[in-house]
């Protein structure tokens, strides 16, 4: 009795105890989970106050001030001599049209230094405005045209609101020039438009003109250059490792190498590219084409682990299946492993590439921080990319390019976004599961 009685005992406490554990261990794990989604939660607040300063910095470089003006295309000015020479109406001084315009709009400025402050309202950007117009279409010349032209920056940011007519410490805006802008505004003649130079144009030193278009080139020059490159390296280089190579030292040490390489400091890659595609091989400064082989070296590393990675995902009953129907090992990879294993691959290219778009470090160590006002026609030209035009913008004084770094980095976390919504998108449309 006595003995039934001990065990009774012991068995209700050995359940207590368990009890007890299991209630430690369910507290633990609710403070886990607790912390887990807190983190989430301030990880999501940080992002969404990220994308919200940039999005409010940087929504109005999307629209751009214009003013009216009745430009009177003077052929005296324009082609005195009546030649029609492509030259001479090249040369033509437009800049003065845009002045005595503004002079014909406000006949009480007689002052030198008013009629300085007068012409200053409207973009220098005006005048290759009008020239541009004139070389296409000569027969302008002698006609009157109404012409809306880029306002100065200083009266873009007033306009927009960012800037105050006399606002202690900007002396940016002067009462004169407020007073003209605001009888503008009372004659129609200015306006917020959308802003189009931002997409087609290069860089420039006015704000107003600045756009992306040259380093947008410059970024898709440098990445097809890394994809014709690090793509096929890096999809060789993983068949072989994982299909082909012994399993030996020799292999080993090659692996160690490549998973090391993955985590090296991108400026690490950039000072290689100076010092052998530059130094060395004499390469052309600055161009894509060197930009593009120091992104291949970068990328490389990344795209064989993804690589890795996905041939080993393909079942070893493809390859013994392929083999036992009298294929060769060569077939049973090219044939059978291979095409099973490629969504992963272009995913790990893909996700790699959006690494490479979004470096800065390693294309400053090659010179693509230039500042670049053409287009770039190839690889071999002079050129720069979007993070490094959005560095050069960052480090401008004037108020105007803070909208338009804002508005780039919109632009490159869009093409960031879209390239990791493909590799998603292919990853699920085409990845089997076994």
Do not use: C
């Amino acid at each position: 009795m006595n003995n039934s009685g001990i065990r009774h005992d012991s068995s209700g406490t050995r359940l207590q105890l368990i009890k007890a554990g299991l209630k430690r261990r369910y507290a633990k794990e609710k403070i886990f989970k607790t912390l887990g989604i807190t983190a989430i939660v301030i990880a999501l607040m940080m992002l969404t106050v990220l994308f919200i300063t940039i999005t409010k910095n940087g929504y109005g470089a999307f629209q751009q001030t214009f003013i009216r003006l009745k430009i009177t295309f003077d052929a005296s000015v324009i082609d005195p001599e009546r030649t029609g020479d492509a030259d001479v109406l090249s040369q033509a001084d437009y800049g003065g049209l845009v002045k005595k315009t503004l002079r014909d709009m406000f006949p009480e400025v007689k002052k030198r230094r008013e009629k300085r402050d007068l012409y200053s309202i409207v973009s220098s950007g005006a005048a290759f405005q009008l020239r541009k117009m004139v070389m296409d279409d000569p027969g302008l010349i002698g006609t009157t045209q109404t012409v809306w032209v880029p306002a100065d920056d200083d009266i873009d940011m007033l306009i927009k609101g960012h800037i105050k007519a006399g606002e202690e410490g900007t002396g940016r805006i002067k009462a004169n020039e407020a007073a003209w802008v605001n009888t503008l505004i009372e004659n129609r003649a200015i306006e917020k438009r959308f802003n189009f130079a931002f997409f087609t144009g290069g860089d420039s030193r006015e704000p107003e003109l600045a756009g992306i278009w040259g380093a947008a080139v410059g970024s898709l020059y440098v990445m097809f250059v890394t994809l014709i490159l690090s793509f096929p390296l890096g999809v060789a280089t993983a068949v072989y490792l994982e299909e082909f190579a012994p399993k030996n030292i020799w292999t080993d040490i090659i692996e160690v190498n490549i998973n090391n390489l993955a985590a090296v400091p991108s400026i690490v890659f950039g000072l290689l590219g100076l010092a052998v595609f530059l130094n060395f091989f004499g390469l052309p400064r600055s161009a894509p084409i060197v930009g593009g082989l120091v992104l291949t070296l970068m990328t490389l590393p990344t795209i064989i682990i993804a690589s890795r990675v996905s041939l080993q995902s393909v079942p070893l009953s493809i390859r013994e299946g392929a083999l036992g129907v009298g294929a060769s090992k060569m077939q049973s990879v090219m044939h059978h492993v291979l095409p099973l294993a490629l969504p992963g691959m272009l995913t790990g290219t893909i996700i790699g590439m959006a690494r490479a778009l979004g470096e800065t470090a390693p294309l400053l160590m090659i010179g693509m921080v230039a500042f670049i006002v053409d287009i770039p026609a190839g690889i071999f030209d002079k050129a720069t990319v979007l993070p490094v035009q959005i560095y050069l913008w960052a480090d401008s004084p004037e108020r105007a390019f803070v909208e338009k770094t804002s508005a780039a980095i919109i632009v490159l976390l869009a093409f960031l976004l879209i390239m990791n919504a493909i590799a998603v998108v292919l990853r699920r449309k085409f990845e089997q599961r076994w």
